[in-house]
């Protein structure tokens, strides 16, 4: 799947998208459920292939979309706030989910 494919799908996904501060930033999260929380490579598999993925399911997330590992790499740190390289991305990912800046 390319960049620009995921950021499609996460437009897509629904709008209950927010910034948590569960590391200690501004982390972007969807919490389906009050126990259970997305990111954004897990929404995406979930929206797609029905099935439930916890945040800590982000590596089976991505193999099933087939994100190239520097797409998971930066978006984990963009959705995570992590370094300042992400914030292209960042910038990216808030926008598809619907939030603002």
Not at 25 to 43: G, H, K, M, N, V
Not at 53 to 64: E, G, I, L, R, W
């Amino acid at each position: 799947m390319t960049l620009e494919e995921f950021l499609s799908h996460l437009e897509k996904t629904p709008r209950d998208w927010c910034y948590s501060n569960i590391i200690g930033s501004d982390t972007l999260r969807r919490y389906p459920e009050p126990d259970r929380s997305c990111c954004p490579i897990t929404a995406v598999a979930e929206m797609l292939s029905g099935k439930e993925y916890n945040v800590s399911d982000f590596p089976q997330a991505a193999k099933y979309l087939g994100l190239h590992k520097i797409y998971i790499e930066d978006i984990l740190a963009a959705a995570d706030l992590e370094t300042k390289q992400s914030s292209t991305m960042r910038i990216l990912l808030i926008r598809a989910c619907g939030l603002s800046l």
